[in-house]
């Protein structure tokens, strides 16, 4: 494919998955002449249904080759994302389009949006097919796992660049919508190529998009027009139903608003949802409970290796009048005996994840009991992944996989695969530095497991899938057994009382 046919090829690729018209054609192909640094195109040979990537391949190499762009994976995708911007729709047509159709139905709406989103590249659909996944059957259901591989790790080049660029406060933050059609630098990535829905929230500004590095089916981000931190509240459960009532086919969550148990981003107030059901969703109540004036909400204690309250009705104001009476109690909640403690030294330490649905005709609102304490045995956390499992996963737990979904790090795949022929082949994996820490865990699994060269991958996967399970239950604020349950229906009868 030459650098000509590529353009047209690429111009093809636009109108075909409809980005823009045909009747844009010379147009585009005079933007990408433009962006690429060129003044003419050849002869007039196409190359038909090329894959995107390969496409943007060809036009990165010349660019590269000719000083355009410096050959290095950050700079790449900052050039490739001007490519695609310059036939990205414009945000006002997005914007009309995704309302007409929601005038018809939300999920048609979603489904346009959800389409830009990915085949503008905003979404790089062919690095997320490179992400490892599989499911793990457990007593609380089928976990998800992925190993998430579609985050480019940055190059030295960029990194040194980095050190020496003046810091930038524009955008804020990787959340703020003044990342809509910004250039990005070597710190920061480009969003030419990105689309922002705004949204109205009980009078209030805020904006939908889908996250660049989708771990689900329609992973969106809902997200505040303005620059502040994250807070868990009364209100924030009544903003995550007025996501639910605009688009019913989507669950909405939040990450905790403290350190540990938090998600990664709390300086920007945003919620999580999408089209996918998780295997917490799936879950029932294990244990109904009833809360002293709040006749019309049901629910319970659900069978979740996480602290889980489940809140059921069809009046979305009186389960969020209870939930807030729940976090302002569990706030201040203290049971030395459950190693649960409200503050320390001033530091607060409770707080809730919550989720919000729309199923059956009737209103859920999950409230997952989080407490982020820390002791000299747990430095990072009592109710964070332990020690013996930091060797699979040592970071924060965060919304998704409170829901039931574990997404590892990167390093794991090439780990599992020399673990694998390790284990298979009888090498000293102690001696062998990339998986050293994996030794105990591999004796283990060898010791109860027939290990051979054609079942070694999925027993791995499963144990893994233990793993993580395992991990749920330790980030958990009550045990699993009798006395955590007493000790968490002690708390409910505090709120009833």
């Known amino acids: 494919m030459t650098v000509s046919s590529a353009i047209r090829a690429l111009v093809e690729y636009a109108v075909r998955e409809g980005l823009i018209d045909a009747l844009d054609k010379v147009w585009a192909v005079n933007r990408l002449l433009e962006v690429m640094s060129l003044d003419s195109i050849d002869g007039d040979e196409s190359v038909e249904n090329a894959s995107l990537e390969d496409i943007l391949k060809v036009l990165l190499d010349d660019a ?9 994976i950050v700079y790449r995708d900052l050039f ?14 997005v914007i009309r389009e995704f309302n007409a159709l929601y005038s018809e139905s939300p999920e048609k709406a979603t489904e346009y949006y959800y389409h830009v989103s990915r085949k503008s590249d905003y979404i790089r659909e062919y690095r997320i097919k490179n992400d490892v996944k599989w499911i793990t059957p457990t007593e609380y259901g089928d976990i998800d796992i992925t190993i998430n591989l579609s985050k480019p790790e940055k190059d030295p080049k960029a990194i040194a660049a980095a050190l020496k660029m003046k810091q930038s406060s524009y955008p804020l933050c990787m959340l703020c919508p003044e990342n809509e059609g910004y250039a990005g630098r070597v710190n ?7 689309r922002v829905i705004p949204l109205d929230l009980d009078g209030e500004a805020w904006c939908l998009q889908y996250s660049p590095y989708v771990y689900y089916n329609e992973h969106c981000i809902v997200f505040d027009s303005i620059h502040q931190p994250m807070k868990i509240s009364e209100k924030g459960f009544r903003r995550l139903f007025a996501i639910v009532k605009k688009f019913p086919h989507y669950f909405v969550g939040s990450n905790a608003d403290l350190p540990i148990v938090g998600g990664s981003v709390l300086t920007h107030d945003h919620f999580q949802g999408g089209n996918y059901t998780f295997a917490m969703a799936k879950a029932p109540v294990e244990t109904p409970v009833e809360f002293k004036n709040y006749p019309g909400v049901s629910g319970g204690i659900v069978k979740w290796p996480m602290s889980v309250l489940r809140l059921i009705g069809d009046d979305t104001d009186e389960i969020c009048t209870l939930a807030g009476e729940i976090l302002a109690k569990w706030r201040g909640y203290t049971d030395e005996d459950a190693f649960i403690f409200a503050e320390t030294d001033g530091v607060p330490h409770n707080t809730i994840t919550p989720i919000a649905r729309f199923r059956d005709g009737m209103f859920e609102l999950d409230l997952v009991l989080r407490n982020n304490i820390t002791t000299e045995e747990f430095p990072d956390g009592v109710y964070h992944p332990h020690p013996q499992h930091h060797h699979i996963k040592k970071e924060n737990i965060g919304l998704i996989e409170v829901m039931g979904l574990a997404v590892l790090p990167s390093r794991l795949k090439t780990e599992m695969a020399i673990l694998r022929d390790a284990m298979v082949s009888g090498a000293d994996i102690s001696a062998d530095e990339r998986i050293s820490k994996h030794t105990e865990w591999a004796q283990e699994i060898m010791a109860s497991n027939n290990v051979t060269a054609e079942n070694c991958e999925k027993i791995l996967q499963d144990e893994i899938g233990k793993v993580f399970a395992d991990i749920l239950g330790q980030c958990g604020v009550y045990d699993r057994n009798e006395q955590g349950k007493r000790q968490f229906l002690k708390f409910v009868d505090y709120v009833n009382n």
């Open 64 to 72: 590269c080759s000719r000083g355009v762009c410096e050959d290095s």
């Open 188 to 194: 920061h990535p480009a969003r030419q190529n990105h």
């Open 80 to 93: 490739d994302t001007r490519l695609m911007g310059a036939i990205t729709p414009r945000p006002s047509e």
